[in-house]
Antibody, heavy 120, light 111 residues
Framework: EVQLLESGGGLVQPGGSLTLSCAASGFTFSSYAMNWVRQAPGKGLEWVSG????????YYADSVKGRLTVSRDNSKNTLFLQMNSLRADDAAVYYCARPSLTLIRVIITWGQGTLVTVSS | QSALTQPASVSGSPGQSITISCTGTSSDFGDYHLVSWFQQHPGKAPKLMIYEVYKRPSGVSNRFSGSKFGNTASLTISGLQAEDEGDYYCCSYVGRGTYVVFGGGTKLTVV
């Protein structure tokens, strides 16, 4: 069974940093591109970042470019999101999401999410 | 302003059919067949209901169907049931310079 388990969320002050992790199991992690998608309280879904299967290519939404960094450790089946210079509008549930093997822009599977709160 | 526009809300009675539209503002949207639809219940992660415009994942009821004509994709739910109530999001690649875009979401109420 495919499982994605996010962790690392919590309360952080504006301007602070946080690193999210997503532990993957039940599939060959190193074969799949991966994504982060977020949802602010009471709002819709927003794609945040994507990374190729090897980690060599990364993609970001304009709203997070330069502040968030996606990476992966294929030896540990883990996806990361390093979040710096956090702002109030970064507060959201962050989901790890796996796409189709062949169509990397077709998201198939979601984790349960981890909540990031940005407040002083 | 999302590149994919959905109605904020739709409603229907049990047993009826409803359709949720998803209109792309980019002319490139009409060239791609990568539209997905997700259902989300309060406090839960999104669930894939339709992918590549009309394909249904294993385990999803055949009451859910998808289509696309030009720049508008649609999700139709037939034989509405109370458990269908929730938020629905379309998602797609919409052309060069984008990666993945979500629609603003549609709240479905079964009255």
């Amino acid at each position: 069974e495919v499982q994605l388990l996010e962790s690392g969320g919590g309360l952080v002050q504006p301007g602070g940093s946080l690193t999210l992790s997503c532990a993957a199991s039940g599939f060959t992690f190193s074969s799949y591109a991966m994504n982060w998608v977020r949802q602010a309280p009471g709002k819709g879904l927003e794609w945040v970042s994507g990374i190729s299967s090897s980690g060599g290519d990364t993609y970001y939404a304009d709203s997070v470019k330069g502040r968030l960094t996606v990476s992966r450790d294929n030896s540990k089946n883990t996806l990361f999101l390093q979040m710096n210079s956090l702002r109030a509008d970064d507060a959201a549930v962050y989901y790890c999401a796996r796409p189709s093997l062949t169509l990397i822009r077709v998201i198939i599977t979601w984790g349960q999410g981890t909540l990031v709160t940005v407040s002083s | 302003q999302s590149a994919l526009t959905q109605p904020a809300s739709v409603s229907g009675s049990p047993g009826q059919s409803i359709t949720i539209s998803c209109t792309g503002t980019s002319s490139d949207f009409g060239d791609y067949h990568l539209v997905s639809w997700f259902q989300q219940h309060p406090g839960k992660a999104p669930k894939l209901m339709i992918y590549e415009v009309y394909k249904r994942p294993s385990g999803v009821s055949n009451r859910f169907s998808g289509s696309k004509f030009g720049n508008t994709a649609s999700l139709t739910i037939s034989g509405l049931q109370a458990e269908d109530e929730g938020d629905y999001y379309c998602c797609s690649y919409v052309g060069r310079g984008t990666y993945v875009v979500f629609g603003g979401g549609t709240k479905l109420t079964v009255v």
